[in-house]
């Protein structure tokens, strides 16, 4: 596994390609995003973009057909539709687990090799080699990447560099597990994204406050996406009594919002299900700190379209669920917050 840092613009997604489930998802959305791509001319660069990821081939089926830890919808988010999170995972499993391949895929599968075209084996080609120092494995694997990519659409990295027009900023952890555009299916140019450990908004945290600020004022997006997830190490370490470092001070964050909703989180039985009680708390606590900023209630203000949703992911399932709180305008926030 390697940490990568990058640049916030949401035309350069995850590129390296150093997992499995990565390049099977890929495979099956060029198939799809074939069919989109004739019934809309101008989604053409938007969804081909996708093909970041993919080894083409796998998509000729004979996988594990009861594999569920791939995400493979190539929708594109309708900024209007309130439910198209349930229609994405509806559509998954209706159209596309029949392409999915097993996680536990042998290397050796003269299938896989067959549809490699490069004489490795999707598997193989995908894996972070620790040994290579040098990390010129994984520019060999964004190499290819941007090859295909040109290889579908050679005009789409000329047309994305131009601008971007993002309409969604995610807000989530930085645990390898929750990687944003595979869990929303978007492509590059889709999402503007903020990340950190346990996906902490506070008041003064200027690189989060910039990336809202930015988005809401610059691309004008119109949805943020606060998303915690299960078995966050985060949140674990800001429950438990253990010192850890320095982020044991960014972990208290995370014992605020514990002592605000002691009574309820302690509702729960057993330590599992309060630690996820306080991830789903702690999502949400972070999407009302986006909302007390000047940042949202400016924009509300002027009659921006703008709402602020709070998630969660679960990661032994790869389903991403809505929390019981959005807002839209500021009398949906309490009064001391309001301006
Ligand atoms: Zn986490």
Redesign the pocket.
């Known amino acids: 596994m390697a940490l990568l840092i990058n640049n916030l613009s949401r035309r350069v997604p995850s590129f390296m390609n150093s997992t499995v489930t990565v390049a099977r998802f890929s495979s099956v959305a060029t198939t799809e995003w074939k069919k989109n791509m004739t019934a809309a001319a101008t989604q053409k660069r938007r969804t081909f973009a996708m093909t970041s990821l993919l080894h083409r081939g796998n998509d000729q089926g004979g996988g594990d057909k009861s594999s569920s830890n791939v995400f493979t919808s190539n929708k594109h988010i309708d900024p209007n539709n309130e439910n198209t999170n349930d229609k994405k995972n509806q559509a998954f499993n209706s159209k596309f687990r029949k392409f999915v391949q097993p996680l536990s895929a042998d290397p050796s599968n003269e299938k896989l090799k067959a549809t490699c075209g490069c004489g490795t084996s999707a598997v193989q080609r995908n894996k972070f080699d620790p040994t290579d120092s040098a990390l010129d494995g994984l520019l060999e694997n964004n190499r290819q990447w941007a090859a295909a990519v040109v290889e579908e659409d050679p005009e789409f990295f000329k047309t994305i560099a131009l601008q971007q027009k993002p309409k969604i900023l995610w807000i989530g952890?930085?645990?390898s597990r929750?990687p944003p555009n595979q869990v929303l299916q978007l492509g590059p140019g889709e999402v503007f994204v903020h990340r950190n450990?346990?996906?902490v908004v506070t008041h003064t945290d200027m690189s989060c406050l910039s990336v809202l600020q930015y988005s809401i004022e610059v691309l004008k997006i119109q949805h943020v996406i606060v998303c915690?997830?299960y078995n966050?190490?985060?949140?674990a370490a800001a429950y438990g009594k253990q010192q850890v470092g320095l982020i044991d001070n960014w972990l208290r964050n995370i014992k605020d919002v514990y002592r605000l909703y002691e009574d309820d989180i302690n509702k729960e039985e057993g330590e599992t299900q309060r630690m996820r009680r306080l991830v789903e708390h702690n999502a949400i606590h972070s999407a009302q700190n986006v909302c007390y900023s000047t940042i949202v209630q400016d924009a509300w203000k002027r009659g921006q379209k703008l709402t602020v949703h709070a998630w969660v992911h679960d990661i032994a399932d790869g389903m991403a669920r809505k929390l019981d709180f959005k807002a839209s305008c500021a009398s949906d926030l309490e009064n001391i917050y309001k301006m």
């Open positions: 952890c930085s645990d929750v450990i346990a996906n915690g997830h966050c190490g985060g949140v």
